[in-house]
Antibody, heavy 117, light 113 residues
Framework: EVQLVESGGGLVQPGGSLRLSCAAS????????MHWVRQAPGKRPVWVSR????????AYADSVKGRFTISRDNAKNTLYLQMNSLRADDAAVYYC??????????WGQGTLVTVSS | DIVMTQSPDSLAVSLGERATINCKSS????????????LGWFQQRPGQPPKLLIY???TRESGVPDRFSGSGSGTDFTLTISSLQAEDVAVYYC?????????FGQGTNLEIK
């Protein structure tokens, strides 16, 4: 069974940093692209970033480019999202999502990020 | 970015009746080289993450009941639930994965009448 368990969310002040983690199990982690997708309360999901299987290729939404960094550790079956210079509009539930074929398929339960002073 | 627009925003349907949700993309998501529409549908029940229902506009994900069906091509798509069950109460999102960034519709809130 595919499992994705996010952690690392919490309350942070504007301008602060957080590092999200996602522990994956139930599939061959290194064979899949992995994504972060965020969703503010009552809003549509918004794609944030993706990384390929070996971590060599990444992509970001324009809204986070230069502030967020996606990475992975295939030995630990773990995906990361380093978030710097956080703003109020970054507040959301952040989901770790597996890249399936042909599109994203399994989602974790999410971790809540709150940005407030 | 491709903008996805759904209609209606909310929908109330009686149990056992048909529910229809529409989705329109701001540009075609049909890739001519393989004749496939890069369009998915997701279901999000209250307090849960989204769940993939349909990809390639009309292919059901494994385990999805056959009362769910998708249709359409190019820029106009439809998700149909043929006979509404209580567990289908959710918000439904269409999604395009034709180009980066992949984008989602604003959602349709489906309730029981």
């Amino acid at each position: 069974e595919v499992q994705l368990v996010e952690s690392g969310g919490g309350l942070v002040q504007p301008g602060g940093s957080l590092r999200l983690s996602c522990a994956a199990s139930g599939f061959t982690f290194s064979r899949h692209w992995m994504h972060w997708v965020r969703q503010a309360p009552g809003k549509r999901p918004v794609w944030v970033s993706r990384v390929n299987g070996d971590g060599s290729t990444t992509a970001y939404a324009d809204s986070v480019k230069g502030r967020f960094t996606i990475s992975r550790d295939n030995a630990k079956n773990t995906l990361y999202l380093q978030m710097n210079s956080l703003r109020a509009d970054d507040a959301a539930v952040y989901y770790c999502v597996r890249g399936g074929e042909p599109t994203i398929d399994y989602w974790g339960q999410g971790t809540l990020v709150t940005v407030s002073s | 970015d491709i903008v996805m627009t759904q209609s209606p925003d909310s929908l109330a349907v009686s149990l056992g009746e048909r529910a229809t949700i529409n989705c329109k993309s701001s540009q075609s998501v049909l890739y001519s080289s393989n004749n496939k529409n890069y369009l998915g549908w997701f279901q999000q029940r209250p307090g849960q993450p989204p769940k993939l229902l349909i990809y390639w506009a009309s292919t059901r994900e494994s385990g999805v009941p056959d009362r769910f069906s998708g249709s359409g091509s190019g820029t106009d798509f439809t998700l149909t639930i043929s006979s509404l069950q209580a567990e289908d109460v959710a918000v439904y999102y269409c999604q395009q994965y034709y180009s980066t960034p992949q984008t989602f519709g604003q959602g349709t809130n489906l309730e029981i009448k």
